[in-house]
């Protein structure tokens, strides 16, 4: 399977930009790459997905690489309610679509 | 619509005691899974359905069963309830979404073995 490197944790200024790295070296072309998070307390979420074109919905943006071998969660403008654990995630096309967690980057947001 | 709902919130149980975590989604969702996530760490998955009628083991099945009762509910016993087991459990189900999949979990069912 393929493994997915974040740093273990970042801090930001409230309501300045935040980019989370992530990389995938080992990425298969098949291999979406999602980003979910999750608030204290709460279950994880939902953030975005994508597979090689850069994304834009409403809570985020994704950035990837042109090779595929990393990605950029950006959070444009970081409230204090986005602090949570942000968790890159390969998944495979399979019956399953198991979602493998690993550490993930525990966001730290100053006032 | 209440999305992907868990019973209990919270439970403590005695070393060999069973007991069965609830989960019920409302979105018409094919595949449901349970993960379990130590303080600390990150998800892993116990076992999951990718479809009514259908159960597979995951990263860590031992000591659990489950049962998907129907298209909506998939439950997770624990039939002797050790202190390894002590942590908190998530449900999720799936959508299929461009292609891909994106998983809505529950509230969590935080429980100790002692």
């Known amino acids: 399977d393929a493994k997915t490197t974040q740093p273990n944790s970042m801090e930001s200024n409230e309501e300045e930009p935040v980019h989370l790295p992530c990389n995938h070296s080992?990425?298969?072309?098949?291999?979406?790459i999602h980003w979910y998070r999750q608030l204290p307390s709460q279950g994880p979420e939902y953030v975005i997905h994508?597979?090689?074109s850069n994304v834009n919905n409403r809570m985020a943006s994704l950035a990837i690489a042109e090779d595929r071998k990393s990605s950029t969660l950006i959070l444009h403008r970081a409230t204090l309610r986005d602090a949570a654990v942000y968790y890159c995630?390969?998944?495979?096309?399979?019956?399953?679509?198991?979602?493998?967690f690993g550490g993930g980057t525990r966001l730290m947001v100053k006032p | 619509n209440a999305g992907v709902t868990q019973t209990p919130k919270f439970q403590v149980l005695k070393t060999g005691q069973s007991m069965t975590l609830q989960c019920a989604q409302d979105?018409?969702?094919?595949?449901m899974y349970w993960y379990r996530q130590d303080p600390g760490m990150g998800l892993r998955l116990i076992y999951y359905?990718?479809?009514?009628?259908?159960?597979d083991k995951g990263e860590v099945p031992n000591g659990y069963n489950v049962s998907r009762l129907n298209k909506r509910e998939f439950s997770l016993r624990l039939e002797s309830a050790a202190p390894s087991q002590t942590s908190v459990y998530f449900c999720?189900?799936?959508?299929?979404?461009?292609?891909?999949?994106?998983?809505?979990f529950g509230p969590g069912t935080r429980l100790t073995v002692t």
């Open positions: 999720a189900s799936t959508v299929l979404q461009f292609s891909s999949y994106e998983q809505y």
């Open positions: 080992t990425i298969s072309g098949t291999d979406y």
């Open positions: 994508g597979l090689t």
């Open positions: 995630i390969l998944t495979y096309n399979n019956a399953g679509n198991m979602l493998t």
């Open positions: 979105m018409n969702h094919n595949s």
């Open positions: 359905s990718a479809s009514e009628g259908t159960t």
